[in-house]
Nanobody
Framework: QVQLVESGGGLVQAGGSLRLSCAAS????????MGWFRQAPGKEREFVAA?????????YYADSVKGRFTISRDNAKNTVYLQMNSLKPEDTAVYYC?????????????????WGQGTQVTVSS
């Protein structure tokens, strides 16, 4: 089983930036896909971004964040990051890091096996 711990959330004004981190432990991640999802109050959990852990560097983004968010990884630190720029009030949500026991990326939350506890991001207008 993988343990995931997110950090970096907070309150920011519209147009500002935040960087989320997800520290992973417990398993070898060379064949894992990693994803970020978010859930706003009263809404379903939605896909944000995903990255392969291997050297292929394949990345997916949701259309709503493309060009504003950047997902990256540091294999030496077993950490995945989500750099969020040009934040909007509609980005307000709890952000979750997730691990998929597959080298293939997915936008489907049900295909991820392990989840962090989430970190709150609030963007004020």
């Amino acid at each position: 089983q993988v343990q995931l711990v997110e950090s970096g959330g907070g309150l920011v004004q519209a147009g500002g930036s935040l960087r989320l981190s997800c520290a992973a432990s417990g398993r070898t991640f060379s064949s894992y896909a990693m994803g970020w999802f978010r859930q706003a109050p009263g809404k379903e959990r939605e896909f944000v971004a995903a990255i392969s852990w291997s050297g292929s560097g394949t990345i997916y983004y949701a259309d709503s964040v493309k060009g504003r968010f950047t997902i990256s990884r540091d294999n030496a630190k077993n950490t995945v990051y989500l750099q969020m720029n040009s934040l909007k009030p509609e980005d307000t949500a709890v952000y979750y890091c997730a691990a998929r026991r597959s080298s293939l990326l997915s936008r489907n939350a049900y295909q991820y096996n392990d989840w962090g506890q989430g970190t709150q991001v609030t963007v004020s207008s």
